[in-house]
């Protein structure tokens, strides 16, 4: 007789115990550890055997299927690879349904189709499909959160199947209620073996959590192929595509939709985007080249510093990271002897996107002395590179692409590392260069004075 074995876990994360705990020692959370049992003892095998290949495959299998949304397509690498299973993610009301229907729309011109919900009822789906002009597309629509009835009822001919959301579906297999860790994985391990033995492309929308991440525990983003998070302010009509996880592409490529009355619609050029609203020679205003995966983009980058009367002087960030803004405010001071210890700093980067690369660090080092000094930069003066501890401008990747960009947008000056990698068969005309090796140039270089 197999003896059944007793095991916790925790609703949070997913962390195994062997006895219950108050508190998970992984994420920290109290009272999410709960009990699982399961059968014991080791499973008999079917005695079956493997059959191995070598590593060619026909060129046909690994074509990709384009959704002629080209911002999405852009963000997958290039095209939907078959049989590949991705995760979306984003805020509530952020759009996610609205995506995954226009996607479903649109590919279902040419492949078979099928849109499974387990939040809405047919008939709000429907309203959707009106708004958004997809009426007449021939997607199979259905209600359900069983996953084994989804997966009977699909069949091996079905090209795309789009599921909203993970966290609706359940397995009766697994004794716990739908979102549970359990239950997310038991669900995500049906479907991504359904479409790794039927070359079904499985679209997954998953709900995040208050801190930004994909409810559900974390091996849910392990065992899928590609995981893309739908970003965007609620007050701005933008909304951002972002990918952080990627087997048949980049894994940092950004896509940049716009939200209208008749759905989601990609934007060609990204940086007239995020600089149309720029204000010509304002102080504490720089415009940054910089690289979201393969493509260069153009944004402004906002400080604002004035007197403080806390003890502690504010530092408040919007798109970059608080910590690198500390970096570069004690290398200005360390290096330039330029004092912000009296000063509340305000740093922005405009039109809600978020910058994670280093290259924007001499962006944010000229906005910080340009906002200190009150002196405006060129409007036409666009600027890249990285700053090291000791005040040096150290170099950054494709350099070219970033030139091209800014000169392409009518940029004539470009602020850049001394050392940096230009290809000679480049062609970027009227741009003056100006290559810089420390920070204390910089502040040479504008000849600014302080009150």
């Not at 009990?35 to 003892?41: P, Q």
């Not at 049989?83 to 729309?105: C, E, F, H, M, R």
Request: aromatic content about 6%; proline content about 3%.
């Amino acid at each position: 007789m197999v003896k059944n074995e007793k095991n916790f876990y925790c609703n949070e994360c997913g962390a195994r115990y062997p006895k219950w705990l108050g508190k998970c020692e992984d994420c920290g959370q109290w009272n999410t550890i709960v009990e699982n049992v399961s059968a014991g003892g080791k499973t008999q095998s079917s005695g079956s055997s493997l059959n191995f290949q070598n590593l060619s495959i026909s060129q046909e299998k690994l074509d990709r299927k384009l959704s002629d949304i080209g911002e999405f397509d852009r963000v997958l690498g290039g095209g939907i690879v078959p049989g590949s299973v991705v995760l979306i993610g984003g805020d509530p009301g952020i759009g996610k349904s609205t995506l995954s229907l226009q996607i479903s729309a649109a590919l279902s011109q040419c492949y078979d189709c099928v849109y499974i919900s387990g939040e809405e009822s047919v008939e709000q789906i429907c309203m959707r499909a009106a708004r958004l002009g997809a009426s007449d597309s021939p997607v199979k629509l259905a209600c359900e959160t069983d996953v084994d009835i989804i997966i009977n009822s699909l069949g091996n001919d079905v090209d795309f199947l789009t599921i909203d959301s993970i966290q609706t579906l359940q397995s009766f297999s697994v004794d716990s209620i739908p979102g549970t860790v359990s239950q997310v994985r038991a669900c995500a391990h049906k479907l991504i073996n359904f479409a790794k033995t039927t070359a079904t492309t499985v679209f997954l929308i998953g709900h995040v959590t208050k801190e930004g991440t994909i409810a559900g525990p974390k091996v849910l983003e392990h065992m899928v192929d590609t995981v893309l998070y739908f970003e965007g302010e609620h007050g701005n009509s933008y909304r951002i595509l972002r990918s952080v996880k990627n087997r048949y592409g980049p894994s940092d490529e950004l896509g940049i939709f716009e939200m209208r009355q008749n759905g989601l619609v990609g934007v060609s050029n990204p940086s007239t985007l995020f600089l149309t609203q720029r204000n010509e020679s304002v102080p504490g205003s720089v415009v940054f080249s910089g690289m979201e995966g393969t493509r260069p983009i153009l944004v402004e980058v906002q400080a604002l510093v004035s007197k403080s009367y806390f003890v502690s002087p504010r530092r408040t960030v919007v798109g970059w990271d608080v910590n690198r803004l500390f970096m570069i405010l004690a290398v200005i001071e360390s290096k330039c002897k330029i004092s912000f210890s009296d000063r509340d700093v305000y740093l922005s980067i405009a039109g809600g996107l978020k910058i994670s690369e280093p290259a924007c660090d001499l962006a944010v080092a000229m906005s910080l002395l340009s906002a200190r000094s009150g002196k405006a930069i060129s409007s036409e003066t666009c600027v890249f590179g990285e700053i090291g501890l000791t005040g040096e401008i150290r170099p950054v990747s494709r350099c070219s692409e970033r030139m091209k960009e800014a000169s392409k947008l009518g940029f004539r000056k470009i602020i850049l590392p001394i050392n940096y990698i230009h290809c000679p068969e480049d062609n970027i005309a009227d741009i003056k260069i100006e290559a810089v090796d420390t920070l204390m140039k910089v502040v040479e270089l504008f000849g600014i004075e302080y009150r």
